[in-house]
């Protein structure tokens, strides 16, 4: 079983190693892996605007009242 993760550069961090261990052949002879690099940078992204619209969704809505009052 694997370590929890406790926080997002931790996460980050294990998916960093784990697409490297899953896909050698996507790291280039330098080390680097561009497609791995891509994948987390989609996830970051996801993770900002779930972010943004979950705190839109959190607002408090205003009371209205109703039509009568006006």
């Given at each position: 079983m694997?370590?929890?993760i406790h926080?997002?550069?931790?996460?980050?961090?294990?998916?960093?190693?784990?697409l490297?261990?899953?896909h050698p052949?996507?790291?280039?002879?330098?080390?680097?892996?561009?497609t791995c690099d891509s994948y987390e940078s989609r996830l970051a992204?996801?993770?900002g605007l779930a972010q943004r619209?979950?705190?839109?969704?959190?607002?408090?809505?205003p009371?209205?009242?109703h039509a009568d009052d006006h």
């Open positions: 694997s370590e929890q926080s997002y550069p931790e996460l980050q961090q294990q998916i960093h190693e784990d490297r261990i899953q052949d996507w790291v280039e002879p330098n080390g680097e892996c561009p992204e996801l993770l619209s979950n705190a839109v969704r959190m607002q408090p809505i009371f209205l009242g």
